[in-house]
């Protein structure tokens, strides 16, 4: 008897153009209010796989990031107003997609992707760095948390006045043990993809069945209602 395993869903292939469409609404959308919506409706999608703090801390952080750009839309002050906007809104386009990214990352596993990225015939020259990225990126997070933990535990976690009055010490005392263990995660990630075989050329396979399903279109035609009606918003309501 042949044993099947449920891939997750939706369909790792669909949250990709999920990437894509929500960059691509970010990058064009005039309106404020329409880029807060989309914030909003892609945090909710994280907020299945990460929670309520996920949710209103992603929330929160992207609404004072707006109201801070607006109030200096409004409010001239010298160099501030020349120079702030310009990275806030820079940042306010790319957190949708960082976003989406963040829901691909929580929602769909390693072997998953890569075998979806095959049947797309990506090519190994990409596949290979996308995965040590897929792995490097959550573990240097991890690290970057235990070297803020052994500070502490060393007295050398200074307060914010500290840094100010030392901050080559700081610098040093943080960045030198996180180069170091970024130079090792990342040997040890490429000799990881290696050894299961993603230099391979034969056709890889998979332990679920990944393939698309109606309710991968369904959720493709919600994707597309939804970014039909922020367009809307976007050109219909008064500009923020």
């Known amino acids: 008897m042949r ?3 449920k891939a997750s869903m939706p369909d790792p292939r669909i949250l990709i153009i999920q990437i894509v469409v929500v960059a691509v609404l970010a990058s064009v959308f005039r309106n404020l ?3 807060f919506l989309l914030v909003l409706i892609v945090d909710f999608l994280l907020l299945l796989q990460c929670g309520w703090a996920v949710f209103w801390k992603n929330l929160l952080s992207y609404a004072a990031m707006l109201l801070i750009l607006f109030a200096l839309q409004k409010i001239y002050i010298p ?3 020349d120079l702030f906007p310009l990275f806030l809104l820079l940042m306010a386009r790319l957190y949708p997609a960082y976003l989406a990214v963040r829901v691909l990352i929580e929602k769909t596993p390693m072997d998953e992707l890569l075998f ?3 049947i797309w015939r990506v090519p190994k020259l990409v596949l290979i760095p996308l ?3 897929y792995r490097y990126i959550p573990t240097i997070l991890k690290e970057i948390g235990y070297i803020r933990e052994s500070l502490k535990m060393r007295n050398l976690h200074s307060s914010m006045w500290d840094k100010l009055c030392h901050p080559m010490q700081n610098a040093e005392n943080f ?4 180069l170091y263990r970024s130079e090792k995660i990342s040997e040890e990630l490429s000799a990881a993809s290696i050894c299961k075989g993603l230099s391979t050329k034969r056709k890889r396979t998979c332990c679920t069945e990944v393939k698309l399903r109606i309710t991968d279109f369904i959720y493709l035609l919600c994707v597309a209602l939804l970014a039909t009606g922020l ?3 976007n050109y219909h309501v008064i500009l923020l």
């Open 33 to 35: 209010f329409a880029l």
């Open 131 to 133: 995965a040590v990225i």
């Open 3 to 5: 044993m099947s395993f």
């Open 231 to 233: 367009a809307f918003i």
């Open 79 to 81: 160099f501030i107003s």
């Open 175 to 178: 960045f030198v043990p996180l």
């Open 116 to 118: 979806s990225l095959e």
